[in-house]
């Protein structure tokens, strides 16, 4: 199956940066190589449902939600099954858990990791 681990959540102060990573592992990307799958982040806060925050497809191609642009910026190491999401100038409605997730056939989800952004 996938594996999916984020990483690189925690509290920092309005303002500040984070970089979260995903790294990506499993047996379906023997046959799927991690070069060719689309790869997105999603975030979800209390009450909220779980929303789009950027996307990179297998060509390196980028999406972000209207929120975050000129602050995120999604990219992957392909040597590295990883993909990361540098978050700058965070503000406190950025909070949430943030998923990685991989579309190979169908998605497939990290369990998250918090980013808590208040002073």
């Known amino acids: 199956q996938v594996q999916l681990v984020e990483s690189g959540g925690g509290l920092v102060q309005p303002g500040g940066s984070l970089r979260l990573s995903c790294a990506a592992s499993g047996y379906i990307f023997r046959i799927s190589p991690f070069s060719t799958v689309a790869m997105s982040w999603y975030r979800q806060s209390p009450g909220k449902e779980r929303e789009l925050v950027a996307s990179i497809t297998r060509g390196s191609s980028t999406n972000y939600a209207d929120s975050v642009k000129g602050r995120f910026t999604i990219s992957r190491d392909n040597a590295n099954n990883t993909v990361y999401l540098q978050m700058n100038s965070l503000k406190p409605e950025d909070t949430a858990v943030y998923y990685c997730?991989?579309?190979?056939?169908?998605?497939?989800w990290g369990q998250g990791t918090q980013v808590t952004v208040s002073s």
């Open positions: 997730n991989a579309l190979i056939g169908v998605p497939y």
